[in-house]
């Protein structure tokens, strides 16, 4: 395998975690890793710029826009109130 081939990255879950907000968590290579909003829009970036798919990592993306204005309010926000 040479460095520009990689196994699928697999969306594994959306946690909204105290004191974080709102994160994923993607699978590749048999190994997870948890990305915030910024994380993420830079592994794009990055991956991007090396021709590598993204479809999944923009797929979480919109994913966490979409909760954003529910996690808001919640008690795990980072918000203050």
Sequence with gaps: ???TEHKQVELLGIYNIMGEGLVVELL???KAALYDKRGLQFRI???NKKGLDTQ???RALQQLN???TLVEYSEF???PR
């Design 66 to 68: 979409s909760f954003g």
């Design 56 to 58: 999944v990592e923009e």
């Design 77 to 79: 926000s980072n918000i």
């Design 28 to 30: 590749e290579d048999d």
């Design 45 to 47: 970036i990055q991956r």
């Design 1 to 3: 395998m040479n460095n």
